[in-house]
């Protein structure tokens, strides 16, 4: 019996789902998904399985959803830092708990959704790229035939591309909604020279991701970036990148322009939130609705389904080790 245990192979930690955590270093802030703690010399990410939409968290978890964010951040990480270096130290559980061991205990609760970072400067800005017309860029152009306050050519469809892409800042809203800025209101706020690089980075990341994900048959209509400095000013991206939180990835077999797309996101709770609101259930207020279980798994399913797609990959046979930077 002790040895066929032994002789089995080692199962992936499969961790319950995670709303909120609370480990014994100090917390130095909670986004809409992420808890942050300071680690003195660094920051652990924790991204949870919270779910947000229109604005409003979820009171359901979707299980794995933090765990997708999270890997899937690293391997582009790993894959972009030639082109603009970033923030992310290791995702690997051991080397995580051995250089702070006040974490060893409740390494069960944030190994494989915790990333080990360098601790930044933010700036305040959200760096948007877009390389299809959608969203609230579409809403703009349709209104005004411009995007981010520059004219655009008339008679661009809704959801087709936009070449070259184009950059459209933002503001980072503490509460709600992103307010969409033009440039050189981003340069009033981060200075024109530094407005100039974090332009020329994100459209460089973007262009090798649309590359990337093409190759999988997936389209990255648009996406966001945030960027910190470090104390030599040297400029890195921080946060997420090319993670369904934060981008629209598009089938690329079934993109119509003329209309909305399908996407691999958090649609399956959109549809569900929208169908309520049409009947008259929810007002998109505060607090979320509860979400069927019938929701929740497919929005799983979703956001393994584009982890794999991209990376090639199940999202159990990420290799943790291999991100290990310093
Ligand atoms: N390397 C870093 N240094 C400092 N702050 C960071 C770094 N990486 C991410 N952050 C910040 O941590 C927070 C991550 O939490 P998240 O849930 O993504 O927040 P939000 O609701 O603002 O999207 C964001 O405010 C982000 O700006
Ligand atoms: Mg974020």
Known sequence: MQSELRRAP????????????????PLLRTGKVRDVYDLGDALLMVATDRVSAFDVVLPQPVPRKGEVLTLLSAWWFERTRDVVPNHML????????????????????WARRAM?????????????VRGYLSGSAWKEYARTGTLAGEPLPPGIFECAQLEPPVFSPATKAEEGHDENITFSRMAEIVGTATAEALRDASLRLYRH???????????????????????????????????PDSSRFWPAEAHRP????PSYDKQPVRDYLESLVQQGAWDRQPPGPDLPERVVQATTERYER?????????????PLQRETLS
Do not use: W
Request: aromatic share 6%; net charge negative; charged share 25%.
């Open 258 to 261: 003329g209309g909305p797309q």
């Open 209 to 243: 991701g649309l590359e990337t994900a093409a190759r999988s048959g997936i389209i990255i209509a648009d996406t966001k970036f945030e960027f910190g400095q470090d104390e030599a000013g040297d400029i890195r991206v921080i946060d997420e990148v090319f993670t």
């Open 10 to 25: 080692v199962p992936t930690p499969r961790n319950g789902p995670v709303s909120r955590t609370r480990l014994p270093v």
């Open 306 to 318: 584009v982890f794999q797609r991209l990376t090639g990959m199940p999202l159990a046979e990420y």
């Open 90 to 109: 290791s995702v690997d559980p051991e080397e995580i708990a051995r250089r702070y061991p006040a974490l060893a205990a409740t390494r069960d609760v």
């Open 116 to 128: 080990l970072v360098r601790k930044l400067d933010p700036f305040p800005v959200e760096c948007v």
